[in-house]
């Protein structure tokens, strides 16, 4: 298997790229339906699927604008916002149609440094691999 690079992961709103990640992860979860029962013998049980499957990425930069800034801002009451349209490419040339709510924007810069920020977000609904 080849070695994948770091900058493997863009994420783009209505074709537009809306944050330059330095470093991210990407989390991928699906939550198990406990269905045990006294016949299980004590033993945890789980149904064949998932309750709930999301992902989420997280990930920190350089601010070279306030996209995710502006767009935190405008959130409702300041909790976050729901980005649709939006699209993730993969260095193995697939590409993901989905929706993602901005639940975290923090932005730090020191007085003789760049201003950098980290981010946070998670998925909304189905996803689509569409490449």
Do not use: P
Not at 91 to 107: K, N, Q, R
């Amino acid at each position: 298997m080849a070695a994948r690079s770091g900058r493997a992961l863009l994420i783009k709103k209505a074709a537009t790229a809306i944050a330059g990640f330095q470093t991210n992860t990407v989390s991928f979860t699906a939550e198990g339906v406990d269905i045990t029962d006294k016949l299980d013998n004590g033993f945890r049980t789980f149904a064949d699927f998932a309750g709930i499957i999301s992902f989420e990425i997280s990930g920190d930069g350089v601010a070279k604008g306030t996209t995710l800034r502006d767009i935190f801002k405008t959130g409702t009451g300041g909790s976050g916002f729901l980005l649709t349209d939006v699209t993730l490419e993969w260095d193995s040339g697939e590409t993901w149609e989905c929706d993602v709510f901005l639940s975290a924007y923090e932005e730090t810069g020191a007085h003789d440094g760049a201003v950098e920020f980290s981010a946070t977000l998670q998925s909304s609904g189905a996803w689509a691999a569409v490449a």
